[in-house]
């Protein structure tokens, strides 16, 4: 699980995803709880773009959000939650009564990085490593959304969630993590965040849940220019 990263500024998000939100976001690291940006489809947004081809057709729009980097549930009594909510294992979204309405509701978003930070433990003892692109662009990680209505105030609060998926086969994100006494080496549950290519950033925004599905891979090594911090 990712519980690190370092967002960039509201400008290098709409230089690289070629939108105009006139953000003030100056970017930074972000923790769990800390407000952070991430891009999603319009909430007025209406239905479901079919393929890639009308997509690029239609120039679909979206927008730059700033929200709370842990997704508050609709059935949240109030804003701070008892269990962690920054990451959601990918396996698990329409089992888990926070996650499975905004997936199945299509309520994905991508959360630009420049790097984010995972724990190593091969000297048994806890080293950050921290992740970039080996091109040099920025990261577009997949996430879910959501937008809570506080019962008491009234208060509309933007949070989001980061999607991990197993990563026990992966070269290198494997070597993360505290490993588990008890598991076998090919049974760690070794996590990853999920990249989201700016070519599938429509499919991924306003496509249907089928073809969301299909965009959660593993991120591939040579992408990756990893190392101690």
Request: hydrophobic share 40%; glycine share 6%; with cysteine.
């Amino acid at each position: 699980m990712c519980t690190r990263y370092i967002s960039p500024e509201a400008g290098d998000i709409e230089r690289h995803w070629h939108f105009d939100s006139r953000n003030a976001w100056r970017g930074g690291e972000i923790f769990p709880n800390y407000q952070g940006p991430f891009i999603r489809a319009p909430r007025a947004s209406k239905g479901l773009v079919d393929s890639a081809e009308s997509m690029e057709s239609e120039a679909p729009r979206v927008e730059l959000v700033i929200g709370q980097w842990s997704l508050i549930p609709w059935f949240a009594k109030e804003r701070k939650l008892k269990y962690p909510t920054s990451n959601a294992r990918s396996e698990e979204l329409m089992a888990k009564a926070s996650y499975k309405l905004p997936w199945s509701r299509g309520q994905r978003c991508i959360i630009p990085a420049w790097a984010f930070f995972e724990p190593n433990w091969e000297t048994g003892k806890h080293v950050p490593w921290i992740f970039r692109r080996a091109d040099g662009l920025p990261w577009g990680l997949a996430g879910l959304w959501n937008a809570w209505a506080d019962p008491l105030t009234g208060e509309l609060v933007e949070s989001y969630t980061m999607l991990t998926q197993n990563a026990d086969a992966h070269p290198l994100i494997r070597r993360m993590h505290r490993p588990d006494p008890k598991r076998p080496s090919d049974m760690q549950d070794k996590r990853s965040v999920v990249p989201i290519e700016l070519e599938d950033a429509p499919a991924w925004l306003f496509g249907t849940v089928e073809q969301a599905k299909a965009l959660v891979q593993l991120p591939e090594t040579e992408l990756i220019d990893a190392c101690p911090t």
